[in-house]
């Protein structure tokens, strides 16, 4: 039958691939629509505050500095990832067009999991970048160079996107014979591969793998290296330094926490049941809020970029006053 087509193509004797997903999303919430409005608000204020650094560091020759690249790569990443996620979440459940096809689940899922994991990294690179700053502060420009600080985000990069390959790749070995409905908000993993009704053991491991290489170990560098910065800072005699040295580290610092806290919340709720509604609502703002609050807690706050933004738009308003009065000029000659 036609019903039948649609839910499922067998590949072979072993393996049956649905054509498409149903994505859950909140169920029995009265005006959930009022909650995706506040998504698509968070959107276009996170595409605002991410595009304005990019810009402000791109053009700015004075913050094309090793730390302004881990900044930058750190905005590019929010900004992939919150449109990686979204705009299509918006569509599935403000326009109701749950069914979701198989190639574009796995495609979905891959670069969400992909930029979620570049955030996580470039906060420990961040962390490193402290950590010499504090601890090493006469080497710092001898370490952290922008060679250096290039393939160390080349690296993470490059690791990751085999990785998460890697895990997306593995669900194309499962079978999905009987449900489709996908109990989250988008193609998650975890729910995606508990689907299957063959050994998803692989799967399993690879979830583990992942949790441990996008939350666990990153939150134990960062914490590593906070305690190594507490061990100099205590060697610091003036309470003046000792001050301004944790000024610099007190963005990062909340960021941090911003990004995790929730992440862990959410990673340790999957041991135990939790109702689907709560999980999926914390999940939501995990991967949505980071991105909004990174611009404007780490760098739009901060002297440097304030300065540089004044600086361009007085460059900006002095090129348009000088393109008047040509004009102007002009007109009156003719």
């Known amino acids: 039958t036609s019903s039948s087509n649609k839910t499922a193509t067998t590949l072979n004797a ?28 968070v959107y276009m204020m996170t595409v ?4 304005l650094l990019l810009s402000v560091i791109y053009l700015v020759k004075t913050l094309h500095t090793p730390r302004y690249m881990i900044v930058f790569n750190l905005a590019l990443t929010d900004l992939c990832g919150s449109t990686a996620l979204i705009p299509k979440l918006l569509d599935t459940f403000l326009f109701d067009r749950r069914y979701i096809v198989y190639e574009a689940c796995l495609s979905y899922m891959f670069f969400v999991l ?97 949790a441990s290489l996008s939350v666990v170990i990153p939150l134990v560098v960062i ?20 001050l301004k040295a944790l000024k610099t580290c007190t963005s990062h610092l909340i960021l941090v926490a911003f990004f995790y806290l929730p992440l862990l919340g959410t990673n340790i709720a999957a041991t135990t049941y939790i109702h689907p509604n709560a999980r999926i609502i914390n999940s939501t703002l995990s991967h949505i809020i980071p991105p909004l609050l990174n611009p404007i807690i780490y760098s739009l706050k901060t002297e440097e970029v304030l300065n540089s933004i004044k600086k361009l738009y007085k460059r900006n308003r002095l090129s348009r006053i000088t393109f008047s009065k040509k004009v102007t000029s002009l007109s009156q000659l003719y």
């Open 223 to 242: 914490a590593l290296t906070y305690s190594c910065i507490g061990i100099a800072l205590s060697r610091i005699a003036s309470r003046e330094e000792h």
């Open 114 to 210: 992909f930029f979620v994991s570049m955030e996580s990294w470039t906060l420990v690179i961040m962390a490193y970048d402290r950590f010499i700053a504090i601890c090493f502060p006469l080497r710092y420009h001898s370490i952290v160079t922008k060679p250096a600080i290039a393939a160390m985000l080349l690296f993470v990069w490059v690791f990751l996107l085999s990785v998460v390959a890697c895990t997306v790749g593995f669900l194309d070995r499962l079978s999905f014979c009987g449900s489709v409905v996908i109990l989250s908000f988008y193609c998650d993993h975890g729910p995606v591969y508990r689907l299957a009704c063959n050994d998803a053991y692989l799967n399993y491991i690879m979830a583990v793998v992942g």
């Open 14 to 41: 072993t393996f049956v691939r649905p054509a498409q997903f149903y994505l859950s999303g909140l169920t029995n919430i009265p005006h959930d629509k009022y909650f995706y409005v506040f998504l698509c608000f």
């Open 48 to 51: 605002l505050g991410n595009g």
